[in-house]
C-alpha cells in the first residue's frame, strides 16, 4: 500500500549506498519524497536493500553529532590517559634531563613533518576532497580516488623518509641548536631521530585511513588509534629501559623502540575496518600508475588545496620549532618542562577540539557539497557552544589548579618538586590561551570545509608575527613560562580573527540566546574559579608525595567536587544542558 512504500522510500533513501543505482526497485521507491530518518537499526530489520539485491557494506549510517563526538571523546579520553601514564612513568624515570631534551626534541621532528603530511596540511585537503566526490560521484569513483591519493602519497613518504634520516643532523640544529652545549645529549637526539623518522609514514598513511573512515562516520578506529601507540611507549619505558640499563645502553633508546612498534600498530589496525568498507587502498608500484594518480583531477585539485595548507601547517611549526630553539637556550630541563605541560593542555584540547573538529570537518563539508547554508552555520553554533561551555571551566583549572594537577600527575621518581614548580608555570600559560586553542579547532574547519585554505594561512602568518613579538617581551620575564603564554594569547588572536571571518562573510550567523548563554557560563565559572583557588591552597600537594594513593583520591574527589559545582551553577542560572545532545 502507499504507507509501506512511503517507508520503504524513506529507508533506502537515507540508507542505502550502492543498490539504488543499480536496481529499479529501488529507484521507482525514490519518488516517495521521504522526509523521515528511522533509527538505525530498524534498517538492518527491515532488510530491504538486501531483499532488492544490493550491498549494504559500503551503508553511511546515520549518526547524531554528539554520539559521534561523544565516541571520539571517549576514546580520546581513553588515550589521554593511557597517555598520561606515559608522561608519569617517562618522568619518573629519566626525569628532567639532558637525555630526556634529547628524546623530546628528537620526537618532535618526525611529528613537525607529520603534521605537515598527516593530520595537518593533508587532511585539511583531503577531507573536503572526498566527501564532495562521495556526495557528487559515488563510492567507485571515490575509491579510485582514495587509491591514487595513497600511490602519490606513499611515495613522497618514501622519498621524505630516507631524507629524513640522511640529514638528521642538521634538522637537530635546526631545532634545537642548544643542545651542543651537552654532545652527549646532541648525539642521543641525533640517533633517535634517525631511528625514529620513518615514523611519519606510518602516521601519514593512518592519517588517509582515518580519513576515509570518518567520512563514511566510522569514528571509533581512528580515534582509538593513539591509544596504541601510548600502550607501546608505556611497555617500553616500564620494560625495555630497564632492560637497556642494564646491558650498559642508554634507556632512553626504548623510547624510539616504542615510538616505531606505535606507528606500526596504528596503521595495522585500520586495515580490517577499510577492508570492510570495501576502501582500502591500493597502492600502485608501476610508472604507469604513479602518472595515473598525478593526472587524477582529485588529486590534483588535493595536492592545489595543499599548498595554502602546507604554508599555513609550516606557519605552527615554525612557530614551534622558534620556540624549541629558545627553550633549548634556557636552563637544562626547560624543553622538558614544556613537553609535560603541553601533555596536560592536550587533554582537553584534545577531547573538545579535536573531536568537535573531527566529526564536524565531514559534516560542514556535506553541508557545503549540498548547498545547505541553514544547517553549515547551524553546525558551527551548536560547536562553538560545547566550546564555550566545556573549555572556559577547563582553562581555570589550568590557571588556579595548575600545581595540584602537575604534583598528582609527574611528581614521582627523579621528577623533582623544582620541576613541578617550572612545569606548572608552563601549563599556566598555556590555560591562558585554552579556549582559543580549542575554538581554532572547530573555526578552521569551517573554512576547510569551503575548500578555502587560503584565508586561515594568512591569518596564521601573522599572528606567528603577533607570538614571536610576545616572545620578545615575555620571554625575559617569565622564562620557558613567557613561551606557552605567548602561544595561548596568540591562539586567543587567531580564534576571534577566524570568527569575525566567517560572520562578514555570512558563513556562520549566531543564533538567538548567545547573550544569556555566556552569562549562565559566567556565573558557574565564578564559582568554580573560588572553589579551585580553595583547593589549591588548602592541601600541601607536593608534601604528601610519600602517600600517593591518598593524593590521587584527593585530586579526584575535588575534581567530581568541580564538576558538580561548574554544572550545577550552570543549571540553576537556567541553562538546558540537554539542549546538547538534541544534534
Not at 640499563?245 to 577499510?274: D, K, S
Not at 588556579?400 to 602537575?406: D, E, H, R
Request: hydrophobic fraction near 55%.
Amino acid at each position: 500500500d502507499a504507507f509501506t512504500a512511503r517507508r520503504q522510500a524513506r529507508v533506502l533513501f537515507l540508507g542505502f549506498s550502492r543498490c539504488h543505482s543499480s536496481n529499479s526497485l529501488c529507484l521507482r521507491m525514490l519518488s516517495a519524497k521521504p522526509t523521515i530518518v528511522p533509527a538505525w537499526p530498524r534498517f538492518r530489520q527491515i532488510g530491504l536493500c538486501r531483499a532488492a539485491g544490493g550491498d549494504t557494506s559500503g551503508y553511511t549510517r546515520p549518526v547524531s553529532l554528539i554520539k559521534s563526538a561523544s565516541t571520539v571523546s571517549l576514546w580520546t579520553l581513553v588515550s589521554r590517559i593511557t597517555g598520561l601514564v606515559r608522561e608519569l612513568l617517562v618522568a619518573a624515570t629519566f626525569g628532567a634531563s639532558a637525555m630526556t631534551d634529547a628524546f623530546n626534541v628528537a620526537f618532535r621532528i618526525p611529528n613537525l613533518f607529520r603534521r605537515l603530511f598527516a593530520e595537518g596540511a593533508f587532511s585539511q585537503a583531503f577531507v573536503p576532497v572526498l566527501a564532495a566526490s562521495k556526495a557528487q560521484h559515488g563510492e567507485e569513483a571515490t575509491h579510485l580516488l582514495v587509491n591514487r591519493v595513497a600511490t602519490l602519497l606513499a611515495w613522497v613518504l618514501l622519498l621524505t623518509c630516507i631524507v629524513g634520516v640522511l640529514a638528521s643532523p642538521f634538522l637537530v640544529w635546526a631545532m634545537a641548536s642548544g643542545m651542543q652545549k651537552d654532545p652527549r645529549g646532541y648525539d642521543a637526539a641525533v640517533f633517535l631521530t634517525r631511528f625514529m623518522f620513518p615514523y611519519i609514514g606510518f602516521m601519514s598513511m593512518v592519517a588517509l585511513s582515518s580519513g576515509v573512515l570518518n567520512t563514511w562516520k566510522r569514528f571509533a578506529v581512528p580515534a582509538a588509534t593513539p591509544v596504541l601507540l601510548n600502550l607501546s611507549m608505556i611497555s617500553a619505558a616500564w620494560l625495555l629501559a630497564p632492560w637497556l640499563g642494564q646491558r650498559g645502553i642508554e634507556p632512553i633508546y626504548a623510547m624510539g623502540v616504542g615510538v616505531m612498534v606505535g606507528g606500526v600498530l596504528q596503521l595495522a589496525v585500520q586495515i580490517p575496518a577499510l577492508h570492510r568498507l570495501g576502501m582500502l587502498p591500493r597502492i600502485g608500484v608501476r610508472t604507469s600508475a604513479i602518472r595515473d594518480a598525478w593526472q587524477d583531477p582529485g588529486t590534483r585539485r588535493i595536492g592545489k588545496l595543499m599548498l595554502p595548507a602546507l604554508l599555513g601547517v609550516s606557519v605552527a611549526q615554525i612557530s614551534l620549532l622558534i620556540n624549541t630553539q629558545i627553550a633549548s637556550h634556557l636552563p637544562t630541563g626547560s624543553v622538558s618542562w614544556l613537553t609535560y605541560a603541553d601533555r596536560l593542555m592536550e587533554f582537553p584540547t584534545a577531547m573538545l577540539g579535536v573531536a568537535l573538529g573531527v566529526v564536524l570537518m565531514p559534516q560542514l563539508a556535506g553541508a557545503k557539497a549540498s548547498g545547505d547554508a541553514a544547517k553549515y552555520s547551524a553546525l558551527l553554533d551548536w560547536g562553538l557552544r560545547i566550546v564555550v561551555l566545556l573549555s572556559v571551566p577547563c582553562a581555570i583549572g589550568l590557571l588556579t589548579f595548575a600545581k595540584p594537577l602537575v604534583a598528582v600527575l609527574y611528581h614521582y621518581g627523579a621528577f623533582t618538586e623544582t620541576d613541578v614548580q617550572q612545569t606548572t608555570l608552563a601549563l599556566m600559560g598555556w590555560g591562558a590561551g585554552l579556549v582559543g586553542i580549542v575554538a581554532i579547532k572547530v573555526l578552521a574547519p569551517g573554512y576547510y570545509a569551503s575548500q578555502d585554505i587560503k584565508t586561515p594561512v594568512r591569518i596564521a602568518v601573522v599572528v606567528l608575527i603577533i607570538t614571536q613579538l610576545l616572545n620578545i617581551v615575555l620571554v625575559p620575564l617569565f622564562k620557558h613560562a613567557g613561551l606557552s603564554l605567548s602561544i595561548g594569547l596568540g591562539a586567543l588572536i587567531n580564534a576571534t580573527w577566524l570568527l569575525v571571518g566567517l560572520m562578514r562573510r555570512k558563513s556562520y550567523r549566531p543564533e538567538a540566546g548567545w547573550g544569556l548563554f555566556l552569562l549562565q557560563v559566567l556565573a558557574g565559572s565564578a564559582l568554580l574559579v573560588i572553589y579551585l583557588l580553595w583547593a589549591a591552597q588548602a592541601f600541601a600537594w607536593t608534601e604528601l608525595r610519600s602517600e600517593s594513593l591518598k593524593r590521587i583520591g584527593l585530586l579526584a574527589l575535588l575534581m567530581a567536587g568541580a564538576m558538580s559545582i561548574y554544572l550545577g551553577a550552570v543549571w540553576a542560572a537556567g541553562l538546558n544542558l540537554r539542549q546538547f545532545l538534541r544534534r
